[in-house]
């Protein structure tokens, strides 16, 4: 019930923001720049729907720069947002999920050390550039699953209702 409130609250919120017509007229570089940004979101986010991790959050942060630069995407963003908002809401629906989670955020961390150490000589692509992304993977997971949690059922306060 309080996902749905807080989904309601973030329509309300974007329907009141200012979207006048001169806002959405940027310069042909900062258009440029925001649709390359939001391609490569949008690649690496539907690459992630198949692969482990959080493609929905990534195909919906494309869309909106892609959406910046080219205004007729801007139709698209709310079902992805929809879709997006159930898949957090599903990700932390138990705490099995939860744990899981959390488990496949430290099993990365551990894997970056691991590779970045070299500990075991015979890894492929040994060294810190592997080690640091897997690193860097696992805090991202653990960020997203914290914020998932926060925005579901509700923040330290205990407000979840």
Do not use: C
């Amino acid at each position: 019930m309080s996902a749905a409130r807080r989904v309601e609250e973030d329509e309300a919120e974007a329907e009141t923001a200012p979207t006048a017509p001169a806002e959405r007229h940027h310069h042909p570089v900062t258009r440029l720049a925001l649709g390359i940004a939001g391609s490569v979101l949008l690649v690496v986010g539907v690459a992630l729907l198949v692969l482990p991790g959080p493609g929905m959050l990534l195909v919906l942060a494309g869309l909106v720069l892609l959406s910046r630069a080219v205004p007729a995407v801007a139709r698209f963003e709310e079902p992805v947002r929809a879709r997006a908002i159930q898949g957090v809401e599903a990700s932390v629906a138990s705490p099995w999920r939860i744990a899981g989670s959390v488990l496949a955020g430290l099993g990365l961390l551990a894997a970056g050390v691991v590779w970045g150490t070299k500990a075991i000589s015979w890894l492929p692509f040994n060294g810190w550039s592997t080690g640091s992304s897997l690193i860097l993977s696992g805090l991202i997971l653990l960020g997203l699953l914290a914020w998932s949690y926060r925005r579901v059922h509700g923040g330290a306060d205990g407000d979840a209702s």
